[in-house]
């Protein structure tokens, strides 16, 4: 049965000074988590925001220009691997959203966020369930966040190579899961992550992998509800 569509959100916040955020990357076993606030200016209008999972990838490239060149101001925010290892995943995406929005070089007077909850911050602000596909300043950072991660995993790919990591963008696929258990775990893994633990207890790391190990970290075993 299809699911009966959201109808058009409606903010109590009618001025200029809008935030949107989203982020891209919570389920991922390698690599930062991504956000990214984005300030649309009414009077630069940008045709064909939508969320960026629905976009083909030479279409959310040509919109992602538009957006760094019309909007207001754009900002990314990001927690590395190593903080999502030490934070847990959700609270490290709430602080690089925090961090998204901090970095904009003009303060929003109101943030609307992608999803079901909001960072505990000073703005004042509100989720919006689906909001990457019902605000367009929402849509516009999903756009911003998910081209600058997706071309993050391709260059990291040239580091890392042989974990295809530019074709399925980190995600625990098929052949990312027997890459890690061929050549072991990198530098850039969650190690907080089950399957890149289990990987390191059985393989160990990147052959070419000189980095230390973290210490006492504590693992979660919610690692994988509510993702991307």
């Known amino acids: 049965m299809p699911k009966t569509p959201l ?13 949107g955020v989203d982020e891209v990357g919570r389920g991922p076993l390698i690599g930062a988590v991504v956000t ?36 207001k101001a754009w900002s990314i925010g ?8 030490r934070l847990n995943i959700y609270q490290a995406t709430m602080l690089a959203m925090e961090r998204a929005v901090a970095g904009l070089a003009i303060v929003p007077e109101y943030v ?7 960072p505990k911050w000073r703005w004042p602000s509100e989720p919006v369930i689906k909001g ?6 929402i849509s ?7 081209v600058t991660r997706d071309r993050e995993m391709e260059a ?12 399925h963008k980190g995600y625990p696929t098929p052949i990312h899961l027997e890459a890690l258990r061929r050549l072991g775990a990198t530098s850039e893994h969650r190690r907080s992550f089950r399957p890149v633990q289990d ?5 160990g790391v990147y052959r070419e992998d000189i980095s230390p190990e973290p210490e006492q970290l504590q693992y979660r075993t919610d690692l994988f509800e509510d993702m991307d």
């Open 156 to 167: 990291l790919e040239t580091r890392f190579p042989g974990f295809g990591l530019a074709q």
């Open 132 to 137: 990457d596909s019902r605000v367009e300043a």
């Open 36 to 71: 990214a606030a984005v300030i649309l200016d009414p009077d630069r209008p940008i045709a064909g925001l939508a969320d960026s999972k629905k976009l083909t990838e030479k279409r959310r490239s040509a919109l992602y220009e538009q957006i760094l060149a019309h909007a």
């Open 199 to 203: 990987v390191i207890e059985q393989v």
């Open 112 to 118: 609307l966020v992608d999803g079901n909850r909001c």
């Open 7 to 19: 109808p058009p959100f409606e903010c109590r916040y009618t001025g200029s000074l809008l935030a």
């Open 140 to 146: 516009a950072a999903s756009i911003i966040a998910k």
């Open 78 to 85: 990001r927690c590395e691997a190593h903080e999502i290892d």
